[in-house]
């Protein structure tokens, strides 16, 4: 069975910033491609960043130049730094994976950022 496991979230002050980690049960390899979503209160859960095996990576306008996905395939697991946080980055942030094309196929439970202004 496929686990992930987010961590690293907290509370934190507009312009700070905060890793988060996601560990995979079993091999990263299993997934062509690795992502971190997030969903606000009263909004659509959306992609913030995107990972494939091979290394290319895709994120959202809003984070561009702020957050960067990375992975150590070592550990199986793979992280969300963000910089230059904003009080719009608020949001519950999850892991995702997928088989294919769309980090979709599996979900962690999610982990809470919050920034206050």
């Known amino acids: 069975q496929v686990q992930l496991v987010e961590s690293g979230g907290g509370l934190v002050q507009a312009g700070g910033s905060l890793r988060l980690s996601c560990a995979v049960s079993?091999?990263?390899?299993?997934?062509?491609?690795m992502g971190w979503y997030r969903q606000a209160p009263g909004k659509q859960r959306e992609l913030v960043a995107a990972?494939?095996?091979?290394?290319?990576?895709n994120y959202a306008d809003s984070v561009k130049g702020r957050f960067t996905i990375s992975r150590d395939n070592a550990k199986n697991t793979v992280y969300l730094q963000m910089n230059s946080l904003k009080p719009e980055d608020t949001a519950v942030y999850y892991c995702?994976?997928?088989?294919?094309?769309?980090?979709?196929?599996?979900w962690g439970q999610g982990t809470q950022v919050t920034v206050s202004s």
């Open positions: 995702g994976a997928g088989v294919r094309g769309v980090p979709s196929d599996y």
């Open positions: 079993g091999s990263i390899f299993r997934f062509n491609v």
């Open positions: 990972m494939t095996s091979g290394g290319s990576t």
